[in-house]
Each structure stands twice: as C-alpha cells, then as structure tokens.
C-alpha cells in the first residue's frame, strides 16, 4: 500500500514536470566515486548516487581460458542484492532482478573492450577477473551505480604478482595496474507517465513504466543497450535516451578521470 | 576478429549465404502446432526454430503472488541441449533468465492483464535449433501462441535482430555473422502503434550508425508482422470461425 501512493504521487509531480528531490528530468543525484576501500582485494570501489550505494570489488585468479581464446583473460560479473539493501531484497540465490544487473554491467564492459583481456596469459593458465558488485543501500538507480561500481574497481585493480617457481599467487603483493583502456559508462533513462526522466529514486520507480540504459564509452559510440520494463519507448524516446547517454556519459566519465593518476 | 573467422563476411555487396544487407532469412509461422496447450504456435528464421505454449488465464500458485488487480504473465525461455553445436547444458543459466524476464515484460505490455485479476498467464518458449536471434523467434512465436489462447491482447508483437558485420549495417544477422559480427541488435516492436518493447545491443555503434539500423530494424519487424498476421489469418479465417459457431 506504501508503494501505491507513493506511484500516485510521484507519478502527479512528474505530470506537473517536478521530482521529488526537486531535480530536473535529466539531472544526476550527486555521484561519489572512493576507490581501494577493499584491501584485500585487487580493485574496488564504493559508489553512491545519492543514497544508493554499491560496493565492487574485483578479485583475480589463475584459470583456464575459454577454448576459443586460449591467451585471454575472462571476466566474470556478478551481482548480489544483499538482504540488508531493501526490505524486498531476499537471501538466496540472485534472482531475475540481480541477473539481468549483471548482464548489463558485463555487456558494457564486454563490448566497450576496456579491458585488455589479450595480455592477461601466464603460461597455460589465464587471469580469471571476478567483478562482484554488492548492492548495500537501494535507493534506485541500481544499474547505473553498479556498472560506475565495476568500472571504477576494475579501474583501481592492480594484477598481483605470480611465483611461477611456487605456482603461486602472491595476494598483496602488485604487480602492474591492469589494463583498461576505456571508461564505459550506463545511464539509465526511466520512463514515467510518458515522461523521460533520468537517476531515478526507489520511490520513483515504484511508478516507473519502463527503462532504457544505453552504455557509451570514451568516444560517444553506443556499446550495449538493453530495455527493461513492460512499458514501451517510442522510437524518438529511443534516440532522445541515446542523446542523453552520451551527454551524461561525458560528465560521468569525468569524475573517474582521477582513479588511474 | 576471433580465430577462425572467414576473411570477409560481405562480398560484393552479399552477405555469404547470398543474402542482400537487408535481406532477412526465410521466415514462417505456425498456429496451434499443440493439442493440450491452451495457445501454440512456432516462428521460424532459417534455421533458428522455436515453439511456444500457454497455458492459462489459470490460477496462480502461491496465493501470494496474486495480484488483485491483474493477471501475471510468467515466461521461461528454454533451449533444447540438442539446439546448438556445442550441447546446452539443461536448466537454468543467466542468459536464459535474463531472457525470460524481458520476454515476459514485452508481453506485458500488449496482454490486457487488467481482464484476469489473481490469474497466471504461462508461456513457455522451447528453442529446438538456433542459429541467432533465438529471442526475437521466441518471442514471435509467444504472441502468436497468446493469440491462438483467445487472449486479449492490443497488438501483436513482431521482433528481428539487425546487426554491423564487416563495417555495414545488416538485417537478421545469422550463421557466421553471429560468431563473427561486430553487433547485434535485437528489437520488438508493436507493429500498429508503434512501439518500442524489447531493445538491446552487444558491441559498438556510432549514433549514425544506431539511426540506421533503428531504420532497418523498423523494416524487418514489418516483414515479420505479415507472416504472423497471414498465420492467423490461416487459421482463423472468417470460414473456420463461422464453422465452429454453427457447430
């Protein structure tokens, strides 16, 4: 019942053109990016847009290559809605919601090609990147926190070193930032009673019709995309989402300028 | 490009099974392939085959679930092991609950839920050989089966995949193209109104390029539409509806 007014309410401001927060449609909560809070991993970084917050951290290990990319790296994301988050969010395995934030994250990484996955060979083996993003405060907006979350930790992640005498990874101990050579970045656009409206709020999806994220990277080339939602977009909200992608991509990009310096 | 890959995908304007940039597969639909199904029907690309079945307006397990207000739709996409050269492991994967939930959201969009309070609506959708653009198939195939169930629906769904091989935009990306293309590009539209219910992309375009292949898709989708509208036409013509009236 909390949720039906609440869709009611926020779907009267937006008819009016107003938010909540006050924002504008196409205004970003305040984005905050702090990286290497995880030592003991090899990259990570805390997110938070406004008051949702996300945590990615990024492990690596020795592993077999796919057979068709036997000198490649593999990159595996993954996606956990930790029950602390929201009280909707269950224990268990992750459901539809946590899958589909992964793929996204993983096909905007993927596809951009930020990393350089070719280097990534030690002898027969390869370097497995595991990317878990930990989703611990939802306050909407999840897919493009996590997928800054990713890319900020994958951006502060440094390969450990190897004792190739031992067989032995040496936890701790760095080697080499690794390669990534370009800054993927989703913006999400929520549709709500036929208007366009980015950053959305967990109190503003509860009216939420459908979502566009479109993922660009450092040269405003679209790199992955995915719908979500039973609502529609026409298509001129199709390339106004892809307008604003590459307009917010370019501001979004810049705040993890500083991560590699 | 991965090891393996031909050369050029696209010579002299052709793509390598002969098929123009804008040129889709041999396509085909069928209604009511399955006696114990509420609504069943099967869409074809080429050599990309899937069936689908509902079962329902039916009730909804556990109670809880139920919405008051509407029907739910439930979806499970499903690939047979023996669809694909290398065999699909049986069960769930992420890739096919990812899939399921944006078939399922699609198909919210034109379903007229508001007609079944508490009641489930399941579809489920069997790929029995793929070879790209498995979803689109799926979902072609979902409406249809939604359709021949006499449920109410707004509009029916059409969806193709375009995608960028060899530097060019192309419609129904398949065979060689899928392993070794640059794009692709799955979409699902209304085909009366107009609109936008499924839409994704894997790999890189300029914004020049999307418009294009927006374009090109709106063209594919159309196609589809004619043969799923002649399917039902097929089977549900003024004919056969008069006959079971008079039965």
């Given at each position: ?59 690596m290990s020795l592993g077999d290559p796919y057979p068709d990319t036997p000198n490649e790296g593999v990159l595996i994301v993954n ?23 992964s793929r996204?994250v993983d096909r905007g990484i993927r596809e951009s090609k930020c990393i350089e996955l070719e280097g990534l060979g030690v002898g027969e083996k390869v370097w497995i990147i595991n990317v ?22 994958l951006?502060?992640?440094?390969i ?18 690794l390669p990534v050579r370009d800054?993927p ?38 790199v992955a ?37 | 490009m991965k090891a393996g890959a031909p050369e050029r995908l696209i010579?002299?304007?052709?793509r390598l099974d ?28 080429g050599n990309t ?30 690939m047979a092991p023996f669809s694909s050269y290398e065999r699909i492991r049986p069960g769930?994967s992420r890739r096919s609950?990812e899939i ?27 790929i029995?050989q793929a070879d790209a653009s498995t979803r ?25 995949a375009?995608g960028k091989v060899d530097g060019?935009?192309v419609?129904?990306v398949a065979g060689v193209e899928d392993n070794y293309g640059e794009v692709d590009m799955p ?13 994704q992309i894997d790999g890189i ?43």
């Amino acid at each position: 019942m909390l949720f039906e007014t609440s869709e009611n309410y926020v779907r009267k401001l937006v008819a009016d053109g107003l938010r909540i927060d006050r924002r504008g449609f196409e205004d970003f909560r305040e984005i905050k990016v702090e990286t290497g809070v995880a030592p003991k991993a090899e990259g990570s970084a805390r997110v938070t847009i406004g008051n949702t917050q996300v945590l990615a951290g990024v492990k690596m290990s020795l592993g077999d290559p796919y057979p068709d990319t036997p000198n490649e790296g593999v990159l595996i994301v993954n996606t956990e809605l930790v029950p602390i988050a929201s009280p909707t969010f269950e224990p268990g395995p992750p459901d539809e919601n946590a899958i589909e934030i992964s793929r996204v994250v993983d096909r905007g990484i993927r596809e951009s090609k930020c990393i350089e996955l070719e280097g990534l060979g030690v002898g027969e083996k390869v370097w497995i990147i595991n990317v878990d993003i930990h989703v611990l405060d939802h306050d909407g907006n999840l897919i493009d926190a996590s997928a800054l979350g990713a890319i900020s930790a994958l951006l502060d992640a440094k390969i450990p070193k190897y004792d190739e005498n031992e067989e032995k990874i040496l936890y701790g101990e760095p080697d080499r930032p690794l390669p990534v050579r370009d800054i993927p970045v989703a913006v999400t656009s929520g549709k709500i009673s036929g208007k366009m409206l980015l950053d959305t709020t967990l109190e503003e999806e509860s009216a939420l019709d459908a979502r566009l994220t479109v993922t660009t990277n450092k040269n405003g080339e679209i790199v992955a995309m995915q719908k979500g939602g039973s609502g529609f977009f026409t298509f001129e909200e199709v390339e106004r989402a892809v307008e604003l992608s590459v307009e917010k991509g370019k501001e979004i990009r810049k705040i993890l300028g500083g991560i590699r310096d | 490009m991965k090891a393996g890959a031909p050369e050029r995908l696209i010579v002299d304007g052709k793509r390598l099974d002969g098929r123009a940039l804008d040129e889709m597969r041999e396509i085909e639909a069928r209604i009511g392939i399955f006696k114990r199904a509420d609504g069943s029907a099967m869409f074809r690309f080429g050599n990309t085959h899937a069936v689908a079945a509902v079962y329902g307006p039916r009730e909804l397990h556990p109670k809880f679930i139920r919405d008051p207000k509407k029907a739910l739709i439930r979806c499970r996409y499903n690939m047979a092991p023996f669809s694909s050269y290398e065999r699909i492991r049986p069960g769930v994967s992420r890739r096919s609950v990812e899939i399921s939930k944006i078939l399922k959201e699609a198909l919210s969009q034109v379903v007229v839920l508001e007609e079944f309070p508490k009641a489930t609506i399941d579809v489920f959708v069997e790929i029995l050989q793929a070879d790209a653009s498995t979803r689109c198939a799926a979902l072609n195939a979902a409406v249809l089966a939604l359709a021949d169930a006499g449920i109410p629906m707004t509009d029916l769904i059409s969806s193709c995949a375009v995608g960028k091989v060899d530097g060019e935009i192309v419609l129904d990306v398949a065979g060689v193209e899928d392993n070794y293309g640059e794009v692709d590009m799955p979409i699902a539209v209304t085909p009366r109104d107009g609109k936008v219910v499924l839409l994704q992309i894997d790999g890189i375009l300029t914004v020049e390029e999307f418009r294009k292949a927006l374009q090109l898709a709106k063209k594919g989708c159309q196609k589809v539409y004619e043969v799923q509208k002649s399917a039902l036409l097929e089977k549900y013509s003024e004919e056969d509806v008069n006959a079971v009236r008079d039965e």
